[in-house]
């Protein structure tokens, strides 16, 4: 399985907005670029809906691992798997907020007229 990361194409737009960003060359990334992939083809070509599936998988891993400790007065709490699901959301949020047709995309330059 391969892992990139640039920024010319959807992969690496996505792992830009994920957070799976390990240095070049990846050599610790969370998914492959075939993963990430599946996450575009499952959201119809969208990076925030991608972004936010890949999210949402990333969060089902880290929900089963330490999430507080405390040790004698010192105590902290890990809320990796949270945090993802609330970026997840944002960014369906925006997703669902961005219109599938704009007015551009119609061509009525090619529309005969009828008699």
């Known amino acids: 399985m391969t892992h990139t990361y640039?920024?010319?194409n959807q992969i690496g737009k996505i792992r830009l907005l994920i957070g799976d960003t390990d240095i070049v060359?990846?050599?610790d990334a969370q998914f492959s670029d075939e993963?990430?992939?599946v996450f575009l083809d499952m959201a119809l070509q969208s990076l925030l809906a991608a972004a936010?599936?890949?999210l949402e998988s990333w969060a089902?891993?880290?929900?089963a691992?330490?999430?507080s400790e405390k040790i004698g007065d010192y105590a902290y709490t890990q809320k990796n798997a949270e945090n993802k699901m609330?970026?997840?959301k944002k960014y369906r949020d925006e997703d669902s907020m961005t219109p599938a047709l704009g007015w551009g995309s119609f061509n009525f330059t090619d529309v005969e007229e009828s008699e």
């Open 60 to 63: 089902s891993t880290l929900t």
């Open 65 to 67: 691992g330490l999430t």
């Open 6 to 8: 640039l920024l010319s």
């Open 52 to 54: 936010s599936y890949a």
């Open 25 to 27: 060359p990846i050599t």
């Open 86 to 88: 609330a970026l997840a």
């Open 35 to 37: 993963e990430i992939q």
